[in-house]
């Protein structure tokens, strides 16, 4: 039966393989996925009619195109699984995908920065800070400590394995970010911290962003784009290419495509007027020497 399939993927050790984040997340598709197709048998899916009603389960988020993908990607990797474990000849449950995101565009200013700066309290102004000085998702800024601190020869940097792809990522750490280091209370390992001093979650340090961003001013009806801790990524960029690294480093340090930092920079420079033509003249010569 497709319930008794469903928790034998759950117990395999391709799903236990998984980051703990997306386990999570599987499971709670997995298990509505066994609740809806509990009473029939797992070998309903040869049949190519099955695609349909699993469309129709799905159509229960056309609402949201992200939820809705994410239910088939799980479908399939149940089903996958089943087909390679011999449980099924075959399946027609592989799904095209509705949702896209690109964020490309959409950046933090040094004047949106401040105007947070300037309302926020401590605490939300380092998340800030910190994540426009490195460009660390907010997986990864939240279990950021001094132990990823390493001394180089002209300064430090941060080294930290990435939660994403589970490479190792390298930062310079600028002027900024020794500050935000160097005023972490010496009883403390994290660098950031909540309002009590306590870890941060990945969802307190994005919606303590979120409140205060929306309390400076800087909410999606004014702007017209909703600005996130994730858009802080372009910031970090654009101060990596004005350091001197080159567009290939850059992409190594935030986890792109040459093109996509490329593109981010050149989105930046766009929205800063005071920096256009400097971050633009910087941004060609870069090109020119990747060419």
Request: hydrophobic fraction near 40%; aromatic fraction near 8%.
């Amino acid at each position: 039966m497709t319930e008794a399939v469903v928790d034998a993927y759950i117990s395999s050790a391709e799903f236990l393989s998984l980051k703990p984040r997306t386990q999570s997340d599987y499971r709670r598709w997995a298990m509505r996925f066994a609740v809806e197709f509990e009473s029939d048998p797992v070998a309903m899916f040869e049949d190519a009619a099955s695609r349909a009603e699993v469309n129709q389960w799905r159509s229960k988020w056309n609402y949201s195109p992200k939820q809705y993908d994410y239910a088939g990607t799980v479908v399939t990797r149940i089903l996958n699984w089943a087909r390679e474990q011999g449980k099924i000849a075959e399946h027609h449950c592989s799904f095209a995908k509705v949702y896209r995101s690109d964020r490309s565009d959409v950046v933090w200013t040094p004047v949106q920065v401040e105007a947070v700066r300037e309302r926020a309290p401590e605490w939300v102004g380092r998340i800030l800070v910190t994540a426009c000085e490195t460009g660390m998702r907010p997986g990864d800024l939240v279990r950021l400590s001094k132990a990823h601190i390493e001394s180089t020869p002209g300064g430090r940097r941060i080294r930290i394995k990435t939660n994403k792809r589970g490479k190792s990522a390298f930062v310079p750490v600028s002027q900024a970010m020794a500050e935000i280091i160097d005023a972490t209370p010496n009883d403390r390992l994290l660098i950031l911290a909540n309002a009590s001093g306590g870890p941060l979650t990945e969802h307190r340090a994005s919606e303590g962003v979120r409140q205060w961003r929306n309390k400076a001013g800087l909410t999606p009806n004014r702007l017209g784009y909703d600005l996130r801790l994730y858009d802080a990524r372009g910031t970090a960029a654009t101060r990596l290419l004005r350091a001197g690294l080159s567009l290939a480093q850059i992409a190594g340090c935030m986890g792109w495509s040459l093109r996509t930092a490329a593109a981010m920079i050149e989105r930046y420079a766009q929205v800063s007027p005071d920096e256009t033509d400097a971050v633009l003249t910087l941004l060609n010569t870069a090109k020119e020497g990747r060419t």
